[in-house]
């Protein structure tokens, strides 16, 4: 059972809701040039803390966290950020237009308990790579603070907390900011206890599923348990302390308005790539058909086995790639793991095609380097002019990511797109 509970949030000080100078996006998608660019719109952007300027190594003096910490505490003293007052969950809407259809999502955010994985409690569904760990944890060890929000699914198919959104959002938001993509993200304050109970009960109900920010979460553990050590050496055994729970962004995974796009592959031989025999080897799991020109993508709409797009740097339009029916994951895919997993397009396209044939595993992150990903589907076959092949994917359905994370079994590595990200710098959560 999940345990979610209010907090007292710092926030920026404000005169209007408008936060759109002070915001911006996960730390992990902004580029050098995008921190300056959002510096030049506010020195108090909250890319100041996020990505801190200095050295990386920790016991350098001088170093990015030692200034990160510097300027939480010396924003919170001065006014810069304010705390709540009381305890309180945090409505999040973001909207925006895909397609022209308008849609929106909304979240809770609270803070929500640690559990280790195999708890059952707080379940992955993705694979990540270890790179950024020690910078987070770093950061987070330094500001005792969750400067950004893990975002959380929970299960909720018959839609019952609609009416306490509705009920949260019944006036003006207090927070508001529009992204670079057109997105506006407004934050609705809940303090009132009755609403909150109601919120904290009707989603201790389902297991949390972590659809982005497995990094920060796998660090607040490591920070947890660092913090536990600390107080234990000290003699000290407290009660609910702040570094059992991490802020979170809670979304219903049931909902229709939820968007999960595709991350497609681009890769490079290990050797000197030849069309004609890559094809060959790929035919012999997949019948691999030719494809009109227009809009290619929707060959893969309707498809009940696994099934990609791809485009080699020799060929004018991309070729449909569907598993043959006479393939036997179970016997092919000799990797130890779920049904669900093995029926994923992007695991089928890892263990039948990407490992095999190109040499590229996450398990030899040596070979990684030869693996790009994109997000538009036009984009990743436009790659081949410099790259060896292109592989455009369907999105990852929430049935088949519920399925694998149940199994206890975590999907390969950007499996899924949750769009829009969350923003980071509407609401912060110290831990000192």
């Given at each position: 059972m999940a345990r979610i509970l209010p907090f007292r949030a710092w926030t920026y000080a404000r005169t209007s809701p408008d936060l759109s100078n002070l915001t911006a996006p996960p730390y992990d998608v902004i580029s050098a040039e995008q921190r300056e660019q959002l510096l030049s719109a506010s020195p108090h952007n909250v890319v100041a803390l996020e990505l801190p300027e200095g050295p990386p190594d920790p016991d350098v003096p001088g170093n990015r966290y030692e200034i990160g910490a510097r300027r939480w505490d010396d924003w919170r003293e001065s006014g810069v950020l304010v705390r709540g007052e009381s305890p309180a969950i945090y409505v999040l809407e973001q909207s925006y237009e895909l397609n022209g259809t308008p849609i929106r999502r909304r979240a809770f955010i609270a803070e929500t308990q640690l559990h280790a994985f195999d708890e059952g409690v707080i379940l992955p569904h993705e694979r990540t790579l270890p790179k950024a760990l020690g910078?987070?944890?770093?950061?987070?060890?330094?500001?005792?603070?969750?400067?950004?929000?893990?975002?959380?699914?929970?299960?909720?198919?018959?839609?019952?907390?609609?009416?306490?959104?509705?009920?949260?959002?019944?006036?003006?938001?207090?927070?508001?900011?529009?992204?670079?993509?057109?997105?506006?993200?407004?934050?609705?304050?809940?303090?009132?206890?009755?609403?909150?109970?109601?919120?904290?009960?009707?989603?201790?109900?389902?297991?949390?599923?972590?659809?982005?920010?497995?990094?920060?979460?796998?660090?607040?553990?490591?920070?947890?348990?660092?913090?536990?050590?600390?107080?234990?050496?000290?003699?000290?055994?407290?009660?609910?302390?702040?570094?059992?729970?991490?802020?979170?962004?809670?979304?219903?995974?049931?909902?229709?308005?939820?968007?999960?796009?595709?991350?497609?592959?681009?890769?490079?031989?290990?050797?000197?790539?030849?069309?004609?025999?890559?094809?060959?080897?790929?035919?012999?799991?997949?019948?691999?058909?030719?494809?009109?020109?227009?809009?290619?993508?929707?060959?893969?709409?309707?498809?009940?086995?696994?099934?990609?797009l791809v485009k080699t740097r020799a060929d004018d339009r991309p070729r449909l790639a569907v598993l043959r029916e006479s393939v036997d994951l179970d016997t092919e895919i000799r990797a130890d793991h779920s049904q669900a997993w093995k029926e994923l397009d992007v695991a089928v396209l890892l263990e039948l095609v990407l490992d095999p044939i190109l040499r590229i595993h996450p398990d030899r992150p040596d070979t990684l380097d030869r693996l790009h990903f994109a997000k538009d589907a036009h984009d990743a076959l436009r790659m081949t002019e410099r790259h060896d092949v292109a592989f455009v994917l369907r999105p990852t359905r929430m049935d088949q990511m519920r399925a694998v994370s149940l199994a206890g079994d975590v999907m390969p590595q950007k499996s899924t797109y949750f769009y829009p990200k969350l923003l980071s710098g509407l609401v912060m959560r110290g831990m000192d």
């Open positions: 910078d987070r944890f770093n950061l987070i060890s330094a500001t005792d603070a969750n400067l950004s929000q893990v975002f959380g699914l929970y299960q909720d198919p018959d839609d019952r907390t609609a009416s306490l959104f509705t009920e949260a959002m019944s006036g003006d938001p207090s927070m508001t900011s529009v992204d670079a993509d057109g997105v506006t993200s407004a934050v609705w304050v809940v303090t009132d206890p009755s609403l909150i109970e109601r919120v904290t009960s009707a989603l201790a109900d389902s297991p949390i599923f972590i659809a982005d920010g497995h990094h920060r979460y796998t660090v607040a553990l490591a920070y947890r348990d660092a913090r536990r050590e600390r107080d234990a050496s000290a003699g000290l055994n407290p009660i609910d302390p702040d570094y059992d729970f991490v802020m979170m962004a809670l979304v219903n995974m049931d909902d229709p308005d939820l968007v999960v796009l595709p991350t497609h592959r681009i890769a490079d031989h290990y050797e000197a790539f030849h069309a004609e025999e890559f094809y060959a080897q790929l035919g012999a799991h997949f019948t691999v058909s030719d494809l009109p020109a227009g809009h290619p993508s929707s060959a893969l709409d309707g498809l009940d086995r696994p099934a990609f």
